[in-house]
């Protein structure tokens, strides 16, 4: 019933910024949690940020002060600014999704979210 799509990713020398979005449809008023999830070569896929409805925040140790997850409630789209971007952040970014209230313990983990994206790729070059 939610269908979500991610955009803005690609090619970037680290340093630089991009800004990634995500577009929900279908019955969007069951969206309570949303989040950005990535997964590098070879590695697990690990939480990057979260928001609430109400903008409630929580980041990945690793992202904090760099990254900065937003919600647009009338747009139906949660972004995602990154900033200082290092190579080690290269990854396909996924946006997720659930009806629920979520715990910040639960949203560490992708098996925490419900509905997903098809993912956006983000390349940071050395």
């Known amino acids: 019933q939610v269908q979500l799509v991610e955009s803005g990713g690609g090619l970037v020398q680290a340093g630089g910024s991009l800004r990634l979005s995500c577009a929900a449809s279908?019955?969007?008023?069951?969206?309570?949690?949303m989040g950005w999830y990535r997964q590098a070569p070879g590695k697990q896929r690990e939480l990057v940020a979260s928001i609430t409805r109400g903008g409630s925040t929580n980041y990945a140790d690793s992202v904090k002060g760099r990254f900065t997850i937003s919600r647009d409630n009338a747009k139906n789209t949660v972004y995602l600014q990154m900033n200082s971007l290092k190579p080690e952040d290269t990854a396909v970014y996924f946006c997720a999704a659930d009806s629920l209230v979520k715990t910040p313990m639960c949203l560490e983990y992708p098996t925490c979210m419900a509905y997903w994206g098809k993912g956006t790729l983000v390349t940071v070059s050395s």
């Open positions: 279908g019955s969007i008023f069951s969206i309570d949690a």
